[in-house]
């Protein structure tokens, strides 16, 4: 989960909202003490964190979440959850779902924990053909507005901190109206969640950042704007390698090398480029095999490498 000060917290939704310090320490502390907290001086306690937040018309209990269980095991269990939805085993996520609701005692008295569930619920029903694409949307709109208090996802609030499930239900509706036949609309969305993480003052978690960047570039790729996706994987492989991360960079390597393929296709490239497009899905192949999330997805990377090892044979035989 993405983690951020109170201080970070604080400081950021002040500025979005255009308050001063003295503006919002008023009948609650200090401004002295405001700028103590911005400046990570001081740490403010849970009950005055809350009532600056509210002032600024935020729930203070959004940003402390998922601490409302008081466990701290709660947190490794969320990992365990996002690993369990990243390889699709839709039996053993709804397992860890039953098992946070019953061991953890996720309250549903909290918009936010209400939130979180909801989420995994409608992405399991949908994965198992039990509801809709237009079912799902809708669900997870309802989900959305738990926290949000909107509905259209083009609507994010950019400028304040979001949670990483708000951000994730964002790029959830994103896949889903790609699946309903909408792409124009979630291409909007995902432009809204780009300028978000393109904030200047943005703390980047790379799980949802990664998911997000990863649907972005497919979906770019899809509607022909190669050179575009091409850009978002070149820049998200350097992010990661920067954080050390590799475990996800096979997927960025693969869509260069497929934009690169279908350029080609598209008469755009040159065709001996085809070589330069097997290199980077080689690369995607190896890099997922030592970090499958999802095993689906080491089958498709082989068979699409072997078929461009086909589309180079034919080229050498007719001398191109």
């Not at 959305?144 to 790029?171: A, C, S």
Request: proline share 2%.
């Amino acid at each position: 989960m993405g983690e951020y000060s109170k201080a970070a917290v604080i400081k950021y939704t002040r500025k979005a909202t255009g308050m001063t310090q003295e503006e919002l320490s008023e009948g609650i502390c200090e401004p002295v003490t405001i700028s103590r907290y911005e400046n990570g001086l001081l740490n403010p306690s849970d009950d005055k964190f809350i009532r600056l937040m509210q002032k600024m018309g935020e729930s203070g209990y959004t940003c402390l979440f998922p601490l409302h269980c008081e466990m701290a095991d709660l947190q490794k269990e969320m990992e365990k959850m996002l690993s369990l939805l990243e390889r699709a085993d839709w039996d053993e996520v709804e397992n860890q779902k039953r098992r946070m609701e019953q061991e953890f005692q996720l309250s549903l008295d909290y918009p936010e924990n209400r939130q979180y569930l909801k989420r995994i619920e409608v992405i399991v029903n949908y994965k198992k053909g039990q509801i809709s694409v237009q079912e799902a949307i809708e669900q997870m709109r309802e989900a959305l507005h738990e926290t949000l208090k909107i509905r259209e996802p083009e609507d994010l609030p950019i400028y304040r901190i979001l949670r990483e499930t708000e951000i994730l239900i964002v790029y959830n509706l994103a896949t889903y109206y790609e699946a309903y036949g909408d792409r124009e609309k979630a291409l909007r969305i995902y432009h809204r969640l780009d300028q978000y993480f393109k904030r200047e003052d943005m703390v980047n978690d790379y799980k949802p950042r990664y998911l997000v960047y990863v649907g972005y570039s497919n979906i770019l790729g899809l509607s022909g704007k190669y050179d575009e996706s091409i850009a978002i994987c070149k820049r998200e492989i350097e992010f990661l390698r920067e954080k050390g991360i590799l475990n996800y960079l096979y997927n960025f390597y693969y869509n260069i090398g497929w934009n690169i393929s279908k350029k080609i296709e598209c008469g755009l490239e040159k065709k001996e480029r085809i070589r330069d497009a097997r290199c980077y899905v080689w690369m995607a192949y190896h890099l997922c095999r030592s970090y499958p999330e999802n095993k689906n997805n080491l089958k498709i990377i082989f068979e699409f490498y072997n078929e461009m090892k086909r589309l180079i044979l034919r080229g050498s035989e007719s001398g191109t």
